[in-house]
Each structure stands twice: as C-alpha cells, then as structure tokens.
C-alpha cells in the first residue's frame, strides 16, 4: 500500500480552495450579470409587445448599434468566437468595452424587435468579468484560460436556468468531438454558483412541460433517430445560412453600420406582410406553446430566416435562443408525420437542434434532463447525437477546433 | 450558403445505419447476458442467505476458482484491464472462454460469500460478446475497438439500470481526464438497447430514494465538498489497498489457486468473528439500509476490508457495488458529523466513492441523476467532481491511460 500520494492530495487542497473561491467569484459575477440581462430582456420584449411601433424603429437601432460596434467595438466584434479563440490561444485580456457593448446591443435588438437569443450576451459578459478577475487577481495564461472556460460556464449556467448544462457547455464546445477534464472544477462551481444568482434576484427562469414520454420501442426510438436527422440538417442549415449570409452582407454593403440598418428593414418589412410578430424577440411564447399545442408547420422556417438575417447583418444577442425556438417548432411540426407525441417531439427538437449547431452533445441532454425531466433522458440523447452527427463539421461557433472528429 | 455538405451526410446515413445493426446487437446481447447474471447473483445470494453454513466453504470455492483460472484463464486473468488494453491497443481478439469463466467464478464468489461486484463480471461478458460480432461480421481494427466500448457501455447500463450513465462509463473509464467523441453513438445506443433487455425478461434493479434533497447553500455546499474529500480518499485508499494487497498475495503464495483459498479462509474467519454476514456477497440490504436508518459507523471500512482481500486474493466479480456500498455507508456515516441528511450523503457517496476509484465523475454524476433524481444533480456533481481531482491518477483499472490530468 503506497500512502506516498498524501503530499498530491495536499496539493489539492490549495487547488481547491484557490478555485472554489476564484469559481465562486466569477460564479456570482456572471449570474449576477445574466440576472441583469433577463430583467432587461423581459423589459424590453414587454416594451415592444405593448408599442408595437416600435419595430418600425429596427433599421435606426441596427444603425445605432452598427455605428457603436464600428467606432468603440472592433476589437470586440468576434463575440463568443473570439472567447473560444482566446483558450485556444491566450493573446490579450478581452477588452471590457465587451460587456456594456453586448449588453446595450442586445437589449436594443429585442427592444425594437429584431429576432435574436440571449446566450451569447451571457456568454459574452462571462468572459468579460473572467477577465476582469484575471487583472485584479493577476492571474497566469494557465488560470486565465480555465477562468475564462469556467466565466463560459457560468453565464449558460445562469441565463438558462441550467446548471449541468451550462458546467459541461464550457467543457464541452471548445473543440469538437474532445471533451478535456483540467477546468471541470472551476466550471462546474462557477455554474452552480451563478445558477443560485437569479433565484436569489427575484428573477425565474420559464416553465416547459413535458408531460408525457412513452416507453422505449423500436417505433419510438427509430421516430427519434429520424427526428434527429432532421433537428441535425437544420442545426447545421442554420450554422451554414448565418455564416452564408453574413459573407453576402459584407460583400453587398461595405460601410459596416448600414449591414443592421438593411437588416431591419428586412425584418420591418417581412413581419409586416407576414402580419405575425411570433418571429421577433426570444420568441418564448411560440416556444412554450410548442409544447402545448399543434402549431402551424412552417414556423420553424419563418424563425429560421428572421433569425439569420438579424445575426448575419449584424444586430447582437445570441444563437441559442432561436435555437430552441426553431427545434421546439421544427419538432412540433414532425408530429404531424412521427410516432410520437408533439410534446416529446417538440422538447426533442429543443436540444437537439442546438446540440447538433453547437456540436455539444452532452451538455444539450443534459439540459433536456434539466428542463424536461428525467424520463425524456435516453431519447434526448439519442436525438442529441444524432443530430451532432449529420449537422457536420461546421457550427455557430467558428472559433471551435475539429478535436478528434464525430466518428 | 455551402450546400457542399450533403454527401458527407449521405455517409452518415450509412454510418448510423451500420453502427445502429451493430449497436442494437452489442446491446441485446450484453443485456440478456446481464439480466442472466443479475437472476444467477439473485439465486446465489438467495441461497447463501438460506444456507449460512455455505460460508464454510468459501475457502474450496476460491480454490476451485483459482484452478479453474491456472488451468484455463491464464489468457483472461486480466480481465477489465485486458478489456481496456485492448481498446487502446489492439492485439488480439479476447478469448471467448472470458465469458463463462468470468460468469461462473462470480456466481461463486457470492454464493459461497466472498465480497464482491458484478460489473466487471458485465464489462467482460459485454467484451467478449463484442469480440463474438467483431469475428462473424470480420469488422476491422477500428471498429473492432469502438463495438468493445460500446459492449462496455451496454454491459455496465444493464446491469446497473442506468442507460446514460454506462453510455459515458464507456467513453469515459479508458483514459483520465479526457473523453473522445468517436464512439458516442455505438456507445449510447448499445448501452440504451441493453438497458431495456432486463426490464423485458423481468428482471427488476433495486430502487434507492434519496426523499429530500436540501436547497443550496454555502454550507450545503461546503459539506458536499468535505464529504466529497473523504469520498475521493476513499476511492483511492480503495483502488490503492487492492492492488497492493494482490501484490502481497502473489508474494507469499507462489501457486495460484491458493491464494483464493487463503482469502476465503480469511473472509470466512472474520465473518464468523465479527457474528455478522452482512459485508459478504454484494450488500445490497445494506445499501438500501443506509439510505433509510443511521448505520453503524465503521461499515464501511467493514466492507473495504472484506472486499479487498475477497478481490485481491483472486476471486471474481467487480468493484463497483462494494464502492456503491461503502460510499453509501459513509456517507451514512458522515451523516452524524456533516451537515447533510444522512440519505442525501448516501446517495453522494454511493456514486462518488465509485467516481474518485473508476475515475468517471460524468458518468457517476448522471448515475446519481438516474438512479436518485434531477434534484440532487448539483450535488452529486460537486461530491463526484472533488472526489475524482482527490483520489490522484491510480484507480481500480489499472490499463487506464493518464490523458489530460485532472487538473
């Protein structure tokens, strides 16, 4: 019996105390942010649903916030893709501009109407407040790059309402195909942390049900692995499409302020013909009705394009959201042609779309064990997978390595 | 837009086709062989328990097993570790006699009251069977090495009733610290396929409740993470005592088969000394009881003890249910010194004491969540995660490769 590992287990000790406290900082700091983000969020789709005028409005404030972006925010304009790039491969502390940016961009978008998520915002002031941390506790590249990991996992953590999630979320979506163990402490803390900051704020998270999954059959999973299939090619469509269109607004329109501008005028106009405001905001609403009740087929494609043209013209906020929207629909829809119930579907297609567009497997079912349940457990995972597989090797965050490749 | 993509996805079609036949059968398989050996433990321990005077006979029993290894086992004494050497580095196809040597020693094993598992006795069926498909569909090196993971992944889900947890067990027992994504769908869906073998020829897994799990707070926090120490010392002490007692067995007794006798006479002597049977076989009673009522304080080191001269002196089973029930126990244990409801610090340790000695604090975790609830999710997660980073880079698979480090 070697007892020589007594001094590594002291060691550990040090490890320990000096990142629960470094996690539980940056824990509090970004759930205290992300409580922040989802007041100012409420508030403003409040605001826009009750003036809806407002979106008439879009093109001026996708100019306001091009114009910021343009003279105070080149730096910062990677977004979560240049956090992925800085724990690759640690250059400079991330500017702080990016949180206030991010922020104020954020809200203006879904204040005026423009069709957007969240976890990017979350994400972002995460990353900011890591690096803020790093500067007064004078941290090394080493530390910084799992602080900035852990700031990653804290804000999915607490903008969702989701803390395993959000821990391996931060593990998990550096690279594709790897997960590595070395920040596991410090991520799973921070997000357990800052999971408790909006409870403690007053501030709730929404409320889906699932209220029912059969049992496991040939026909249920075989229902599953064709539903992932399809939550995979819109995962990797709508990764593809952002990325596409993005490219064509930069090309088309050189002054980079007026590419929001256009945006909203896109958005303006299609929500007008279209008579429908169901596109707009963080769309929870459609979501939570989702699961609820048959809604009209083509919902997920109307999300999918007011989601892209907002995102590649340049308005601020995140993927993940619309994500959501666009599974929990694209799964409603499949009911009408699947062996499963729509709620199912529609919970199904939540995660997966986001797990096969953010190539993290994992963390997406673990979320649906959060969210749903745990009886949704083995087909989340399947539809998760599944979905990872055939969204390819391309994702929202262009910033991920190819690690050891999906199969 | 890149539309380029497609062909790869057609591939995938095939891929998923291929691996959910390959899958499907390395789940049946491994399943029915699980639900044959949880009815066979069942009947054993059933009979032990009428028959107490079987005990007696323990030290015959491990001579018969330890003959029955010199003369035919010496290719599959390796066991687990072979399994997991194999997928590192493939040699040879695993020799189809692990099978029923691995069954019928730890049917004996328990009969006659030897402490021990059962999982390793699934994890090798599992291979073997994975090895039986590799040679009839003659799949190549590579495939060869992802159907012996997911014949891993489909043996530990059956037998424990946990289909996602022995989904990661799989990707994540060959390495510490990192996990490859190359064989996450045979591994889930081997492993949810078995899962459902023993529910359908039915075989019932034993329910734990963990009733009430206490909000979070910094000091349901703060002994989560103490108990979490002591869980993962546990662990290591675990793993660290079996081998080198099974050093020491090997030192003083040159011929084989004796040293299962010389065990048995010792687990026999004891048991009668101490007037108590119940550190012998797997301990289920035990278990359950430390979820229920205040246990004596010393079980646990009870258990270790009779579990690591059972296991090092050479007979068979696994390690997996004595970590459940001495984690569980002291966990019960901690209960009168830590500020946790004793069922709460049972359920933690039963899956982090397995988490600190096999390694695994994703796949412990999301155990804890099938096995006890989402509720206790955070929890266990901390118990797992701080067991894992104190149990330092030995563990009870010794063919487990050192990745990333834990920290």
């Known amino acids: 019996m070697k007892l020589t590992k007594i001094p590594e287990q002291c060691a550990m000790v040090l490890y320990l105390s000096r990142w629960l406290a470094l996690s539980a900082v940056i824990g509090v700091l970004a759930g205290a942010a992300s409580s922040a983000l989802l007041v100012a969020l409420d508030w403003a789709t409040a605001t826009r649903m ?8 879009l093109p001026i404030a996708g100019l306001a916030v091009g114009l910021a972006y343009h003279h105070f925010g080149k730096s910062v304009e990677g977004g979560n893709n240049l956090l992925i790039d800085e724990i690759h491969d640690p250059q400079r502390i991330v500017p ?3 949180g206030p940016l991010i922020l104020v961009g954020t809200v203006i978008t879904h204040l005026f109407g423009g069709s ?3 976890e990017g915002t979350a994400l972002q002031m995460g990353g900011v407040l890591a690096d803020v941390v790093t500067r007064v506790c004078k941290l090394n590249k080493e530390d910084r790059r799992i602080l900035l990991m852990a700031g990653i996992s804290a804000g999915f953590a607490s903008v969702f309402g989701t803390p395993l999630a959000g821990a391996v979320f931060g593990l998990e979506v550096l690279a594709i195909g790897r997960l590595r163990y070395d920040a596991i402490f410090p991520c799973f803390m921070a997000a357990i942390v800052a999971d408790q900051l909006p409870g403690l704020l007053g501030v709730h998270h929404t409320h889906y049900a699932v209220p029912f999954v059969p049992h496991m059959s040939v026909l249920v999973l075989g229902a599953t692995i064709v539903a992932g299939i ?5 995962g990797m469509f709508f990764a593809t499409a952002t990325h596409g269109l993005s490219h064509l607004f930069k090309r088309w329109i050189s002054y980079a302020p007026m590419r929001p501008f256009v945006g909203g005028v896109i958005v303006a106009l299609a929500a007008t013909l279209l008579a429908t405001d169901k596109y707009l905001g963080l769309g929870i609403p459609t979501i939570v009705a989702s699961f609820t009740q048959p809604l009209l087929a083509y919902d997920f494609f109307g999300k999918f394009m007011f989601t ?23 799964g409603n829809a499949l009911g009408y042609v699947l062996a499963l119930p729509f709620p199912v579907l529609a919970g199904l297609g939540f995660v997966a779309v986001f797990a096969g567009a953010a190539n993290t ?10 969210l749903f349940g745990p009886e949704i457990g083995s087909l989340a995972a399947v539809a998760c997978i599944v979905s990872y597989l055939f969204s390819g090797n391309t994702g929202i965050y262009r910033a991920q390595l190819v690690g050891d490749g999906k199969f």
């Open 308 to 330: 892209i043209v907002t995102l590649a013209s340049g308005f601020k906020g995140g993927e993940v959201t619309p994500l959501f929207f666009i599974g929990a629909t694209l």
């Open 230 to 234: 399809a939550f995979g090619l819109a």
């Open 50 to 57: 009750s003036h809806p005028w407002l979106l008439w409005l």
């Open 361 to 370: 497997p994992i963390a997406s079912t673990i979320m649906a064990i959060e």
């Open 116 to 118: 957007a998520g969240r």
């Open 96 to 98: 702080r501009r990016m």
